[in-house]
């Protein structure tokens, strides 16, 4: 089956779709279905001219198997994150997309780049994994540790005027639009309504 969505080549349009499963030499481009227009954005400031198979991440995490087996079948691909400094997994996702084409690029929404090879998983990746690996019983032991002080600690009293700290840690990144998002909203703005100091503490970049 092949079937394509063409449009003039010119730095303003949307690269060039095409999908044929059965020929090899194509390009692929991977990003999270929540990020699809800024990576459209930044596929096309890189490579323009270029045409790409469009797959969301969440999609390819459900065909991995199938990808597995494609050792090489793409000429590049282009994985895009929300942020390169916070997403996970980035050295495994690279060495994956470098399994599967000739050449792998990592795009984020600030413009940084980050390029990937078999060289670079022997190189950059594989001693980052390890790092990291090395580093998490002691993290974990550091976390237990800390939970256990803040149990011996006396509860606190309530001061007389109340300002209320606000945790937002969960690691869905660059999200601007949704649910949570109006939810974050909504609580902020009653506080403030109600004239209560809030200050907020953010995994994410807040904007």
């Known amino acids: 089956m092949k079937y394509s969505r063409k449009q003039k080549s010119n730095r303003g349009a949307r690269p060039r779709v095409t999908c044929n499963m059965t020929d090899g030499g194509h390009n692929l481009f991977v990003f999270p279905a929540y990020h699809r227009a800024v990576g459209r954005a930044r596929l096309r400031e890189e490579f323009p001219d270029e045409p790409f198979i469009e797959v969301p991440l969440e999609q390819l995490t459900l065909e991995f198997k199938d990808y597995l087996r494609r050792f090489q079948r793409y000429r590049r691909t282009v994985f895009f994150t929300y942020d390169l400094k916070t997403a996970p997994r980035i050295a495994l996702w690279s060495a994956f997309l470098s399994w599967i ?87 902020a703005n009653a506080f403030r309504n109600l004239g209560i100091p809030l200050f907020l503490v953010s995994s994410d970049k807040l904007e």
């Open 101 to 187: 084409s000739r050449s792998c690029v990592v795009l984020d929404a600030s413009g940084r780049k980050r390029t990937g090879s078999l060289g670079a998983i022997l190189t950059r990746d594989i001693p980052q994994i390890a790092g990291e690996t090395v580093q998490l019983p002691f993290l974990l032991w550091q976390v237990a540790r800390d939970i256990a002080r803040i149990k011996t600690k006396k509860k606190a009293r309530l001061a007389g005027s109340v300002s209320i700290a606000y945790l937002r840690t969960d690691h869905w990144f660059g999200i601007t639009a949704g649910g949570s998002v109006t939810h974050v909203a909504g609580v």
